[in-house]
């Protein structure tokens, strides 16, 4: 067993000079050059952090390489370390600067836009919060939590006006949710790595009171069908929910992962709707309009329908349907000659729990059921993982889910055949990537 | 709705009466209705209310007074919106807003105010609440109903000649109004073959 030695700064002044940080906004490098250099440094890290070592490390060597290592004893033992209290709000290690959002460096412009979570470089099935995709559409509003407000009003008994610190005062839950934009990835978008070819996806623990809870406050009227939610940004994002969905289990969050939300995720509020896209959980709430109709608001007409080949659209399509992805081996990362490999990913349904995981290491000619890591929660990412003796052979690795109501995976081509190309919204199509005689992994789409 | 003695507590007397009187009267409609209330919140004014409600709906509910012309929203469209939008809303840094009718069905379907939303009064909302990207919420009920008009007759929809309010805007039938179905997922039925599979990647 090889244990590639772990990159040294001087690597990382060269990653944070290429595609990595800033997040590939550098449109003047060759794409092909800069895949091989962002696969180097990938690569690197992910042998670092495998108890493996089996992948390859391709970086130069590090400046410091050989002083660290037996028989020498490491130099950070020989000094001091930074001192306590350096960093009072913590930050991950100098070395792991590449471990960020990607963001497209195409976009027209960056109010409405997004970023995707860097899937192939986490383990387990928390994002972190500084991780967790992003999908504005006016922006990160910076908000006050003491002068931000949540009115609701319509058809109800009593319209009130709460405080945060009212809203923090109710009963709270806690559960672990995944949230995904339902453009993730689009139809005819196939990202090189696993962040840009399925990254608007993220999970996290969310902590708040249930909706049901504050509506029970207002008193819902008999005739109440569908609450219009906006939120406080520059969007003044507004979308109609089903009253069914907003007295089961939605919730109002104002914690993640056991802090309070950060900006780009709705702080001090958010609408949290369980197997929903992404969309409806609306950041910065503000306002829920309880209503007997839905209001046909842009985001839910001109956008977040699904047009069909027929040329009508799907409007109200909420439910993030069965999906996975292999985020080791993925598209950037690089074998380094046959042997073993343990095959990982993550798994989620809006339906409930996923119940299976098939992996096929034939390009989908054969399947095997890979291992579900516990917990596997309803509308949770969930980890599965294969093990794998690779012969060193070209071939194409893929997985599929199947979840708690019998639904399976789809291939791409299923998709196309059922909704045409131009639905655009919903592709939870698998993901292969091909595995080159080299170790390259590459989008088996592109 | 129940109150133990425990919860007494954590709550003023008079929230445990007003939820007692409040549910009596609404009847158990909804699962929200059960169980208790804690008394949180000041009731939200009419005035509060329609400072904040800027919703539009469907059938034109809570649309404001007021009125605009075209002739008022070309000018108005020219020196807010046509830096994004195009000249003629073709589109540029912005969505396109115009043209597009009948290309739903094809390969490159152009999906616009006028050949895909349904409901005129979408766009009232849309460009009142989000609308000029860089200043929201800064045009007055007129200017919107002004070139809400215009967008709609550069697709064709109402006449150069039209003034939109309330009640014009309301009584607009767009041409995709029918062209939205429910979902109908699931959809795809994926066979799940374990050995020897058909059609591989």
């Known amino acids: 067993m090889r244990h590639a030695p772990a990159p040294g700064p001087a690597d990382h002044r060269q990653d944070d000079d290429t595609a990595i940080a800033p997040a590939g906004r550098d449109d003047a490098e060759p794409d092909r050059r800069r895949f091989l250099r962002r696969s180097g440094a990938l690569v690197g890290a992910a042998a670092a952090a495998t108890a493996t070592g089996a992948l390859a490390q391709q970086a130069s060597a590090p400046a410091a390489e050989g002083s660290a290592l037996p028989p020498n004893v490491p130099p950070w033992m020989k000094v001091q370390g930074a001192p306590t209290g350096g960093e009072l709000y913590g930050k991950p290690s100098a070395f792991e600067k590449h471990v960020v959002r990607h963001l497209r460096p195409t976009d027209k412009q960056y109010f409405s836009s997004s970023t995707r979570t860097p899937l192939q470089e986490l383990d387990g099935i928390i994002t972190p919060n500084g991780l967790f995709y992003e999908r504005h559409h006016g922006g990160v509003p910076a908000i006050d939590p003491a002068q931000h407000r949540l009115m609701i009003h319509g058809l109800v008994e009593r319209p ?13 839950e806690t559960h672990i949710y995944f949230l995904e934009c339902s453009g993730n990835p689009g139809f005819n978008v196939y990202g090189k790595t696993a962040a840009e070819a399925n990254g608007l996806v993220s999970c996290a623990e969310w902590t708040g009171v249930p909706l049901k809870t504050v509506l029970r406050e207002v008193g819902l009227k008999p005739e109440a069908k569908w609450v219009v939610a906006e939120g406080a940004d520059a969007a003044a994002m507004t979308r109609s929910v089903p009253i069914e969905k907003c007295l089961d289990d939605a919730l109002l969050v104002y914690s993640q992962n056991g802090e309070r939300l950060r900006p780009e995720q709705g702080y001090p509020l958010r609408l949290l709707l369980p197997g929903y896209e992404g969309n409806m959980s609306i950041k910065w709430l503000r306002r829920l309009h309880v209503t007997d109709k839905p209001y046909y608001t842009r985001e839910e007409t001109s956008k977040y ?28 990362q690089k074998l380094m000659g046959k042997g073993f490999y343990e095959i990982r990913g993550i798994a989620w349904s809006g339906h409930g729990k996923i119940t299976k995981v098939d992996v096929s290491v034939d390009g989908g000619r054969n399947w095997q059921e890979a291992t579900l890591q516990e917990p596997v929660l309803t509308r949770a990412i969930t980890r599965f993982r294969l093990p794998w003796e690779w012969d060193g052979t070209p071939t194409v690795i893929v997985s599929r889910a199947t979840d708690e109501t019998g639904y399976v995976q789809p291939t791409l081509e299923e998709l196309i055949e059922a909704r045409g190309k131009n639905s655009f919204y919903h592709n939870n199509a698998m993901t292969p990537w091909r595995i080159a005689e080299t170790g390259e992994v590459t989008n088996a789409r592109l | 709705m129940r109150v133990s003695n425990a919860d007494k507590s954590a709550f003023p007397a ?21 169980g208790k209330r804690f008394g949180f919140g000041t009731p939200a004014t009419e005035e509060q209310i329609a400072g904040w409600n800027i919703d539009i ?21 020219e020196s807010a919106c046509m830096a994004c939008h195009g000249a003629k809303g073709e589109g540029g840094m912005g969505d396109r807003l115009v043209g597009g009718m009948g290309t739903l069905t094809s390969d490159k379907p152009v999906k616009t105010i006028g050949s895909f939303w349904p409901y005129a009064t979408t766009l009232f909302d849309y460009i009142r609440r989000a609308m000029p990207l860089m200043a929201p919420q800064s045009l007055s009920n007129d200017e919107v109903y002004a070139v809400t008009g215009y967008l709609l007759h550069l697709n064709g929809i109402v006449k150069e000649d039209a003034t939109l309010d309330a009640q014009t805007l309301r009584e607009i039938r767009m041409p995709n109004r029918d062209g939205f179905v429910d979902d109908a997922r699931p959809d795809v039925k994926h066979p799940a073959c374990m050995k020897d599979c058909p059609g591989a990647l």
């Open chain 1, 160 to 172: 009130l006006i709460f405080t945060m610190d009212e809203l923090r005062r109710f009963p709270s």
């Open chain 2, 14 to 34: 008079w929230a445990a009466c007003c939820a007692l009187a409040a549910a009596s009267l609404a009847g158990p409609a909804h699962a929200a209705d059960e």
């Open chain 1, 305 to 332: 329908t699904d047009l069909m080949p027929d040329g009508r659209a799907r409007k109200f399509s909420f439910y993030m349907e069965a999906k996975s992805i292999i985020t080791a081996p993925s598209g950037g």
């Open chain 2, 57 to 77: 709906g469907p059938d034109g509910e809570n649309l404001p007074p007021g009125s605009g012309t075209v002739a008022q929203g070309k000018q108005i469209y």
